[in-house]
């Protein structure tokens, strides 16, 4: 909208020299024209100047700590300060922070997003599982023990034993009729020693 703004200004008063502003024009930006002072200007912007949060990759302006105090946080929540090495204390009841923790410095870029603020234990379990059972498939495709892997490589190797005995059972030969000269002795000797 400032873009075109611009263009028709441009257009209107034939002043060619405004075009050089849109290049200028990228992201969030705005444009205060003034005849006054602008220091004062500048104090008035400086008023209402709120904070923004923070993004991917972006710089620091200025430093970022954790302020000693209440948090209001009641104390089942003291894992979110412990993930940001942030030392807490239980106090009547709600988690307070005892010392000011610098988490970021002016200058430092943005690492994380801040989705990774809202993760719960259960998204947590859930990457867990998924890189687990990823290990376990690889560990089965390529026949590989790995810890993971091992109660499925014991059950499939049961099963398949299960499934060949019936199969060898039919493949053993029935032993021929048995006589009793074969085990070193026979029924009729008795009678042949008098």
Partial sequence: MTKRSIRMHAEKTANQAFLNLIPLLQED?????????????????????????????????????????????????????????????????????VTPV???????????????????ENDLIEKFATGVSMVTALSLAISYLALAAAPHMLTNGYVLAVAAAPAEEEKK??????????????????????
């Fill in 29 to 97: 930006v705005g444009l205060i024209f003034t005849k006054g002072d602008l220091k004062q200007v500048n104090e008035e912007v400086a008023k209402y100047k709120v904070g923004a949060p923070a993004r991917v990759g972006l710089v620091a302006p200025i430093d970022v700590v954790v302020p000693i105090g209440n948090t209001g946080v009641d104390p089942s929540q003291t894992s979110f300060s412990q993930v940001l090495n942030i030392p807490p204390k239980i106090n009547k009841g709600t988690v307070e922070i």
């Fill in 102 to 120: 610098e988490l970021m410095k002016k200058g430092d870029k943005v690492v994380f997003s801040p989705v990774v603020l809202n993760l719960t």
């Fill in 173 to 194: 030969p029935e032993p021929d009729e048995e006589s009793n000269d074969d085990m070193g002795f026979s029924l009729f000797d008795y009678f042949y020693l008098y």
